[in-house]
């Protein structure tokens, strides 16, 4: 069997397997997986075992990550790796003081134009922040990507972690190892570290974020006092099944990412042709409420979210989808969390997000729609930096609108929205280009520059009982 290009096969009805964490396995052949064993003396149909590794060998079962591929050739079978020239200066992958700054200020960055020359996706992908380094395998960076042509005869693999990336503009029909993904927006994927990949835009345009992490990999936070379900559901993220490729393609081309570089190998064979795999290590994507794992895809539409139903604002931690946690429980060294449609109901209560200072930093990104918290300025495809302990929170004309109403508004809900944010407990430094985009909105502190003091000067008395019901006296 030869399976055809893979840009005239994306079917729309494309198969998956479902759940998170699972063992899968799949087979584009019937046979063609070994049984009993994971490395026979001769695999069926003449094919080559080959393990990939997402974890040490020696990691506690629970923690072990690895998939057996089962490839017409191995991916060994390839030229000596090349600097890739020219270089590409915007990839980062270890945060020091030569290319990087840090700053308290709090930073947003209007949308990004799609270039006009042609872009595809390796060459659209540039880092705004991060933290730590790729060699000490601790740390992460966020990315932006503006594109507008698909991967030609080359493959992609990063070798420095695992990409969580969120499409706001265009889909990205994405191939890898284990089989094809298409991803919308509002949906994600996460290509783990070392599987190869090519991305065609099917709709031209594409714009979007992306997350890298160091050394860890995502999972579905515990739910505590939730109980059993709620926020992301295992049986959402999708999988999906063996797909390959076939025959000779000279002249094509890896390009492996190493230590922020990027690497060029020549090889005559497509990467995609593995036709029967088995593992937990796989890519996968999810959707605004659905998360796909090992080539998983999640649509963040089906995230069941949590809130209040009587006072109060909930800590955004209860809108988490994924996170990468560190060795110190409860601390993340990368978090992401989603602010879908959802009612508000809270009585007596400032209903947006709250004023505050964090010690974990926040990059925040817009998919569609608006953000609660942000009356103006803050678009789809722009994004966000609240770094630690940096004060942030709901603009002037946000706060103003809010405490209008006083207490007589009703329930309330936010529609029509996804914004998300990467959260973690390093404390990012920002690259030089983004800090000198054109894009940068230097007039973003202006949003809380209105707010005035609602202050009475009133001890807690009858004098001033209006406040206590929510209508600030104004003196």
């Not at 000596?80 to 990087?100: A, D, G, I, T, Y």
């Not at 932006?144 to 030609?152: G, I, R, W």
């Not at 060294?333 to 400032?350: C, K």
Request: contains cysteine; glycine residues 8%.
């Amino acid at each position: 069997m030869e399976c055809s290009s893979r840009s005239s096969n994306f079917p729309s009805d494309l198969e998956y397997q479902t759940g998170f964490g699972n063992h899968f396995s799949s087979e584009a052949i019937v046979g063609t997986l070994p049984q009993g064993q994971n490395s026979p003396l001769i695999c069926p149909f003449g094919l080559y075992a080959e393990q990939i590794s997402g974890t040490s060998f020696t990691s506690p079962r629970k923690l072990n990550q690895r998939s057996w591929l089962y490839r017409i050739k191995p991916s060994v079978t390839h030229e000596p790796f090349r600097p890739r020239m020219p270089r590409h200066e915007k990839l980062v992958s270890e945060f020091n003081q030569s290319n990087s700054s840090a700053t308290p200020t709090q930073l947003r960055w209007k949308p990004v134009e799609i270039p006009e020359t042609p872009t595809d996706f390796i060459d659209g992908l540039y880092t705004i922040c991060g933290a730590g380094s790729s060699y000490l395998r601790h740390g992460f960076a966020i990315h932006m990507y503006t594109a507008n042509k698909s991967m030609e005869n080359s493959a992609f693999c990063n070798a420095d972690g695992d990409f969580l990336i969120v499409p706001q503009k265009g889909r990205l029909w994405i191939t890898t190892e284990c089989g094809r993904l298409q991803v919308c927006p509002g949906e994600i994927v996460i290509l783990p570290q070392g599987y190869r990949f090519a991305v065609d835009l099917p709709d031209g345009p594409s714009r979007g974020y992306v997350a890298e992490t160091f050394g860890t990999h995502l999972q579905l936070p515990d739910l505590g006092p939730i109980g059993a379900n709620g926020l992301a559901a295992p049986r959402d993220f999708l999988v999906p099944v063996a797909w390959y490729e076939d025959g000779s393609r000279p002249g094509y081309t890896i390009v492996q990412k190493y230590g922020g570089e990027l690497f060029t190998a020549k090889q005559d064979f497509s990467p995609f042709n593995v036709v029967a795999w088995h593992g937990n290590y796989v890519p996968y994507k999810a959707v605004p409420d659905v998360i796909y794992f090992l080539n998983l895809q999640y649509d963040l539409s089906k995230f069941c979210p949590y809130n209040t139903v009587l006072m109060d604002h909930s800590d955004p931690s209860i809108n988490t989808v994924l996170t990468a946690p560190t060795d110190k429980p409860g601390v993340a060294l990368l978090d992401f969390v989603i602010f879908p449609p959802r009612w508000l109901v809270a009585e007596h209560t400032f209903r947006p997000p709250y004023y505050h200072r964090n010690c974990m930093s926040e990059f925040m990104g817009l998919i569609y729609g608006g953000y609660e918290a942000k009356a103006d300025g803050f678009h789809p495809g722009g994004a966000s930096l609240h770094s630690c302990m940096t004060p942030h929170g709901p603009d002037t004309k946000t706060y103003e609108a809010t405490i209008a109403l006083g207490n007589e508004a009703g329930p309330h809900r936010i529609a029509d929205t996804m914004a998300f944010m990467f959260e973690s407990c390093l404390i990012p430094r920002v690259c030089p280009w983004a800090l000198e985009s054109p894009f940068m909105d230097h007039d973003y502190y202006q949003c809380w520059i209105g707010l005035k003091s609602h202050f009475s000067g009133l001890s807690m008395n009858e004098d001033n009982v209006d406040l206590q019901k929510g209508k600030p006296i104004e003196r």
